[in-house]
């Protein structure tokens, strides 16, 4: 009896080395394959023309010149400044919006509240391929009866993206987390809605607003088809289109496109590294309650 006993033991303990192996092989296997492009792009970034062109992996030699030939060649100069700026806007009125309705759905009653936040969540489901065409009507129009213009400056490049369901999505999650004594106590305080929510909400509810950051600074600074579509010239195009230019203009430059990809990402490689642990937190528990 005790040897069959110890013979599941070993059995047991065998399968479950068998499954975490597997486990692990498969999580290093994804890795290899998400990482792979990115590490060649870095190298490739790095090799001369010659070597960029032909079949190798490792630059015998880092040309650390490139950047600066892309920089050059492709004005990223301006472009970056512009991506700057609109992603600033962006990011300033979609946390503004976002906080404000996020709140309202989760501290405060109003008929129709749960219908309304339904129905909001319901435009998920949307692609947003689907409301470009809407999107640019609106702001052609706006252009035309307001006194600021739209088409090819910053209000059509940031304003139609400053309601983001997703954000208040998450934040009304997070929210309605707090608990209700903390409100009562504010109350008795002489805290309203808007005193609370800045110096109770806000604070408890950081993670969420990096993610927030976080996602809204991606998007941003990664736009592309849109930022063609209501503009025709330089002056307020972001580094996506500086980029997709300068792939246009580089022909077989491979060495310099890679380069100037390379630029384009490290803010977000930046902005990601000193906000993970919010990200991955806030995204962890985003479901708990609400």
Same mark, same amino acid.
């Given at each position: 009896?005790?040897? /069959?006993?110890?013979?599941?033991?070993?059995?047991?303990?065998?399968?479950?080395?068998?499954?975490?192996?597997?486990?692990?092989?498969?999580?290093?296997?994804?890795?290899?394959?998400?990482?792979?492009?990115?590490?060649?792009?870095?190298?490739?970034?790095?090799?001369?023309?010659?070597?960029?062109?032909?079949?190798?992996?490792?630059?015998?030699?880092?040309?650390?010149?490139?950047?600066?030939?892309?920089?050059?060649?492709?004005?990223?100069?301006?472009?970056?400044?512009?991506?700057?700026?609109?992603?600033?806007?962006?990011?300033?009125?979609?946390?503004?919006?976002?906080? %404000?309705?996020?709140?309202?759905?989760?501290?405060?009653?109003?008929?129709?509240?749960?219908?309304?936040?339904?129905?909001?969540?319901?435009?998920?489901?949307?692609?947003?391929?689907?409301?470009?065409?809407?999107?640019?009507?609106?702001?052609?129009?706006?252009?035309?009866?307001?006194?600021? /213009?739209?088409?090819?400056?910053?209000?059509?490049?940031?304003?139609?993206?400053?309601?983001?369901?997703?954000?208040?999505?998450?934040?009304?999650?997070?929210?309605?987390?707090?608990?209700?004594?903390?409100?009562?106590?504010?109350?008795?305080?002489?805290?309203?809605?808007?005193?609370?929510?800045?110096?109770?909400?806000?604070?408890?509810? /950081?993670?969420?607003?990096?993610?927030?950051?976080? %996602?809204?600074?991606?998007?941003?600074?990664?736009?592309?088809?849109?930022?063609?579509?209501?503009?025709?010239?330089?002056?307020?195009?972001?580094?996506?289109?500086?980029?997709?230019?300068?792939?246009?203009?580089?022909?077989?430059?491979?060495?310099?496109?890679?380069?100037?990809?390379?630029?384009?990402?490290?803010?977000? %490689?930046?902005?990601?590294?000193?906000?993970? /642990?919010?990200?991955?937190?806030?995204?962890?528990?985003?479901?708990?309650?609400?």
């Amino acid at each position: 009896m005790a040897d /069959k006993s110890a013979e599941n033991h070993w059995f047991q303990r065998g399968s479950r080395v068998i499954r975490n192996l597997s486990i692990y092989a498969f999580l290093i296997m994804g890795v290899v394959i998400s990482i792979t492009p990115f590490v060649w792009m870095i190298l490739t970034s790095l090799m001369s023309l010659g070597e960029a062109q032909g079949i190798r992996w490792i630059p015998s030699e880092l040309h650390f010149e490139n950047y600066a030939n892309a920089w050059r060649e492709a004005n990223f100069s301006e472009y970056f400044l512009n991506s700057v700026i609109i992603t600033l806007i962006t990011l300033t009125g979609e946390l503004t919006f976002s906080v %404000l309705a996020a709140y309202a759905f989760a501290r405060i009653k109003f008929p129709g509240r749960d219908a309304i936040f339904g129905l909001l969540l319901s435009t998920i489901m949307i692609p947003a391929m689907v409301n470009i065409i809407p999107n640019f009507l609106t702001v052609t129009w706006l252009g035309r009866i307001g006194p600021i /213009k739209w088409i090819n400056n910053w209000p059509a490049l940031t304003v139609p993206f400053m309601g983001s369901v997703f954000a208040i999505f998450l934040l009304r999650q997070f929210f309605a987390q707090i608990p209700d004594e903390l409100f009562d106590a504010a109350r008795i305080d002489g805290a309203g809605h808007l005193r609370f929510l800045w110096t109770v909400v806000l604070p408890l509810s /950081k993670a969420p607003v990096m993610v927030i950051i976080v %996602l809204s600074f991606i998007g941003s600074w990664n736009a592309l088809a849109w930022p063609l579509l209501v503009t025709n010239s330089p002056d307020w195009r972001p580094i996506a289109v500086g980029l997709y230019n300068f792939v246009e203009e580089a022909g077989q430059q491979l060495n310099l496109m890679m380069a100037g990809a390379f630029i384009t990402i490290i803010p977000i %490689l930046l902005i990601y590294f000193f906000t993970q /642990k919010q990200f991955t937190e806030s995204i962890a528990r985003s479901g708990l309650k609400g």
